[in-house]
């Protein structure tokens, strides 16, 4: 028998949107790619450590709501719970999966490879330079664009910069063609403290340019997530010639990608996940009427992404899927591992506040309704 609930919620499900439907544009002048979740398997009788039971027509149903934005697709990277809640085997099929559909959509996938297979407490540096090259072969055969994702097992077992020159260097001599190189901060994994052989910021970024200026041609761009604008600005400025900085900063994205007189990132971002309208609307609005314009859409959204990604940082997966369930892209808030409940309630209430004062959700209907439901759960009555 259907409750009164279930068919008010099956009825608001069914119902197509009424606004931020997706518009045709042009090739823009900034390339962008949002860094997307996983719909779980709610249904899957799996313990909170795994395997990973993930919902494949949900997830892709998703990644094409992305393309149909005109925004690209960032597959399998920290947005997708790599490393919490996402094993290896997962995120293989996801990449497989995920590029796929790109070619059937017209779509573009750049996909994470990493390290995460290793599961022997110490592993040494050529068992992760061999996983490296597992995952680098995967994602080039399955053509996605690879993004060289920073590596827990290399953090723990490099002794100093020279390690990190001289694995990068390998991988990157044998790319088949440029990839992204990634340089995520410990506010968004503590593993990866000290990344590129020092805790020095400073000695880190050396580091990193030195890994591009010594192999420019194999290298499209790299992505900063450091939630720092002005360090990121002022290593943009120092790229050899073509090589893009795609930003990271969930923090001050409309500035670095509106740019300044010495240049501006592209992007690749996991606030973007819940952002695609408003991102696309303004992306439209930049190329048509300069940055000005762009930055009057997404300055806006600044609030609701700081708010998504405070401390700690590295949850802001759950508010990410609360706004896809919110939003209609899935029909749960349920997450592998369990990590729906990793942010309080207050914290899902407030992304919602947020999110509704900017029109984020094509039924906002659906999505008082679902969170009304939310807050009962959790013995809110009123």
């Not at 360090?231 to 790229?239: G, H, Q, V």
Request: proline residues 8%; hydrophobic residues 45%.
């Amino acid at each position: 028998m259907t409750t009164k609930d279930e068919a008010a919620e099956n009825k608001r499900t069914q119902a197509t949107p009424k606004q931020n439907s997706p518009k045709p544009t042009p090739k823009p002048t900034r390339t962008i790619l949002a860094a997307a979740h996983i719909v779980a398997n709610p249904h899957a009788d799996v313990p909170p450590e795994g395997p990973a039971a993930v919902d494949w027509d949900a997830t892709l149903a998703f990644r094409h709501h992305l393309w149909a934005h005109g925004l690209g697709v960032a597959e399998a990277m920290d947005t997708a719970q790599r490393g919490m809640g996402l094993d290896w085997p997962a995120a293989a099929e996801l990449i497989r999966r995920s590029a796929a559909e790109a070619k059937a959509a017209g779509g573009r996938v750049a996909c994470g490879a990493g390290t995460d297979q290793l599961t022997t407490p110490a592993p040494t540096l050529a068992d992760v330079r061999d996983a490296y090259e597992e995952q680098l072969a995967l994602v080039e055969g399955e053509g996605a664009q690879p993004v060289l994702m920073a590596s827990r097992a290399l953090a723990a077992t490099a002794t100093g910069p020279d390690d990190y020159l001289a694995l990068y260097g390998g991988l990157l001599r044998q790319a088949a063609a440029p990839v992204i190189l990634h340089w995520l901060g410990p506010l968004f994994d503590p593993a990866l403290e000290g990344y590129w052989g020092t805790r020095d910021l400073d000695a880190a970024t050396e580091t990193f340019l030195q890994v591009v200026a010594a192999h420019p041609e194999k290298v499209d761009g790299v992505k900063i997530s450091l939630l720092d604008a002005d360090r990121e600005k002022a290593l943009r400025r120092r790229l050899p010639p073509g090589v893009r900085c795609y930003t990271g900063d969930d923090f001050h994205y409309p500035e670095l990608i509106a740019g300044d007189e010495h240049g501006f990132s592209d992007a690749l971002l996991g606030v973007f996940d819940p952002l695609a309208p408003l991102v696309a609307e303004a992306v439209r609005a930049l190329d048509a009427e300069g940055p000005a314009a762009f930055r009057a859409v997404l300055d806006p959204t600044v609030a609701l992404a700081r708010h998504l990604f405070e401390p700690p940082t590295r949850y802001y997966k759950t508010g990410v899927v609360l706004l896809a369930w919110l939003a209609g892209h899935q029909r749960h808030f349920t997450m592998v591992g369990g990590l729906q409940s990793a942010r309080p309630l207050p914290h899902l209430s407030r992304a919602y506040e947020l999110a509704a004062e900017l029109d984020l959700f094509p039924d906002p209907g659906l999505a008082e309704h679902r969170m009304r439901l939310l807050l009962e759960l959790h013995g809110v009555t009123r």
